[in-house]
């Protein structure tokens, strides 16, 4: 699966080392920055990754900033976008089920590096259920474009 990946200033050995376990796993990472300690905004990051994922160039993404909040609000701000954070991977599992998200957030001032890897493992495996969840997805849809 190709995967971008993308953090501010706070996560990026987080990051680093999440991408690592990915790439150990078989999948490709698009690496969308920042690999510096210096002050960035998150939500340039955040759309890096979104456009990844409109354009077709990978499947999935994730970001990390501090709490993860950040990253998720700005992520969400784009149509076809369904990002989600999680602190523990009962959340990541039934955000691909039941709302099939394409963008995990998560925050490296609130879980560890297994914790991380264990949330990245599950959200990545987890399949999309369909049925009346996509009849949802449908309406949630209609709300993107009604508001375009």
Do not use: Q
Not at 24 to 38: L, M, R
Not at 62 to 77: D, E, T
Not at 81 to 100: D, G, M, Q, T, W
């Amino acid at each position: 699966m190709n995967i971008a990946i993308a953090n501010d200033h706070v996560a990026v050995e987080l990051k680093k080392i999440l991408a690592e376990h990915l790439m150990s796993k078989g999948h490709s990472v698009t690496d969308c920055g920042t690999n510096s300690g210096d002050r960035v905004d998150y939500p340039i990051y955040a759309k890096l990754v979104a456009d990844e994922i409109k354009n077709g160039s990978c499947e999935r993404g994730i970001l990390i900033c501090g709490s993860g909040v950040g990253m998720c609000i700005a992520a969400n701000k784009f149509a076809g976008i369904r990002a989600v954070v999680c602190s523990e991977p009962y959340s990541a599992k039934l955000s691909r089920e039941h709302n099939f998200t394409n963008i995990l957030c998560m925050g490296a001032r609130v879980i560890g590096i297994e914790t991380a890897k264990m949330i990245a493992d599950i959200w990545i495996e987890a399949e999309f259920e369909g049925g009346r969840h996509a009849e949802r997805l449908d309406m949630i849809k209609n709300f993107e474009n009604r508001d375009v």
